[in-house]
Structures are given as structure tokens and as C-alpha cells.
């Protein structure tokens, strides 16, 4: 069963533009929630996660996740992309009561356009 | 660098051919991953390694054989694999149950002709 999935494999913006990234997961309890940057040819980046406590989390180089119960959603957003933001993104999830194995969505891939 | 190092960077090898990767990590984390990720398909965890106990094989070959001495050190003895083994594996090292995230190194891109 998948736990995580993320729509759209590749996703186009122009710089400057609202980056969204989006990703659902299927628990029913909520899981920790992950996202990771790749950039070619680069191991994986935490970018932020979402552990307890305030829903919405702030990551690094501008970007920020709302975790959203009632939708199982964990949507990635950037108000304004940069031509540096192109690379694969990964959402993620330990789901609760699990040995702590970190579980991988399909991954989304970030064109920017000048 | 991440304080995971994983070497070498890039290893090409043919079918009959036995060789090894390595990865490192001095962030004092007790459990260590590998990972595999191929072209079009999502991030496969192939091991799990708590304290140097393996806690977790997700029904990999057994041309894939992992080694933990210890918590520090863990390392993947390929042989005979096959040109589908084509892939970067990527190691990955957490605190206890990696609630935390993960810490990953850059990988290995292995080309198995």
C-alpha cells in the first residue's frame, strides 16, 4: 500500500513565481512528514519536517510545509522560486509505530524558467 | 559534506566482478540505511541497521549482502549482479527511530555491464 504519494512528477514555474509541491499521505495517524531536496547528482536534503506541535513548519531557502489532518495532505510551498530551486523533490513520512523506515513518494521534479 | 561519506563516488562493474561500498558517518547516530534509487521508480530502503543489529531486509537479492561492524561503518558486497542493479544507492544514518531526518550521503552511481 502506498503511504505517500505525490501528484504531478514534474512541475514548471516561472522564477518568481509560487512554487507548490504536493503530497498525501495515507495513514490513520498521522505520521511524521519529511520533505527532501535533491540536486543532480547529490545525495538527499532535508528541506523540513513535521514532527508535533505547530502545523505549519518553516524549512530551509524559503520553504515552509503546512501538515493538514483533515486532508492527509503536506503540501510544499515557496512564495517566489529561484532559478537555484530546480532540482527533485521528495516527500516522506515515518509512519507512527513504525521501526522508523523512512517511506518515499515518487518524487517531483522542479523546472524553473527565467 | 553531510557527515555521511559514501565511496567511491562512481563504481562500473561487470557481471562477475565482486565489489564493495562504503559508507561513514561521525554524526553519532546509531542506525545506518541503504537505499537504492533507479530511474522513473521511487526510493527503495533495501537495509535497516540499529546498534549493528540488521532490524530490517526488504526482500533484496541475496547478490547484495550488507556488512555493520559497527555504528559507525556500514558497507554493501555486491557480486554477480545484474544490469538492472544499474542504480545509485545511497546511504543514509539517523538518531534512534530517524524522527529526527535522515542524514544522507551523496551515493554511489553504480553501472553494472
Known amino acids: 500500500a502506498q503511504s505517500v504519494t505525490q501528484l504531478g512528477s514534474h512541475v514548471s514555474v516561472s522564477e518568481g513565481a509560487l512554487v507548490l509541491l504536493r503530497c498525501n499521505y495515507s495513514?490513520?495517524?498521522?505520521?511524521?512528514l519529511f520533505w527532501y531536496v535533491q540536486y543532480p547528482n547529490q545525495g538527499l536534503q532535508l528541506l523540513l519536517k513535521?514532527?508535533?506541535?505547530?502545523?505549519l513548519v518553516k524549512g530551509i531557502n524559503g520553504f515552509e510545509a503546512e501538515f493538514k489532518k483533515s486532508e492527509t495532505s503536506f503540501h510544499l510551498t515557496k512564495p517566489s522560486a529561484h532559478m537555484s530551486d530546480a532540482a527533485e523533490y521528495f516527500c516522506?513520512?515515518?509512519?507512527?509505530?513504525?521501526?522508523?523506515?523512512?517511506?518515499f513518494g515518487q518524487g517531483t521534479t522542479l523546472q524553473v524558467k527565467p | 559534506e553531510t557527515g555521511v561519506t559514501q565511496t567511491p563516488r562512481h563504481l562500473v562493474m561487470g557481471m562477475t566482478n565482486k565489489k564493495s561500498l562504503k559508507c561513514e558517518q561521525h554524526l553519532g547516530h546509531n542506525a545506518m540505511y541503504w537505499y537504492k534509487q533507479s530511474a522513473k521508480k521511487p526510493l527503495e530502503l533495501m537495509f535497516v541497521?540499529?546498534?549493528?543489529?540488521?532490524?530490517e531486509n526488504n526482500s533484496v537479492p541475496s547478490r547484495f549482502s550488507p556488512e555493520c561492524p559497527n555504528s559507525s561503518h556500514l558497507f554493501l558486497h555486491l557480486h554477480t549482479l545484474q544490469p538492472e542493479d544499474s542504480a545509485l544507492y545511497l546511504c543514509a544514518s539517523s538518531q534512534d527511530r530517524g524522527i529526527g531526518g535522515y542524514t544522507f550521503g551523496s551515493g554511489t552511481r553504480l553501472t553494472v555491464v
Open positions: 541497521y540499529n546498534f549493528k543489529e540488521q532490524t
Open positions: 513535521y514532527t508535533t506541535g505547530a502545523t
Open positions: 516522506a513520512v515515518i509512519l507512527s509505530g513504525n521501526t522508523g523506515k523512512l517511506i
Open positions: 495513514s490513520s495517524v498521522p505520521p511524521y
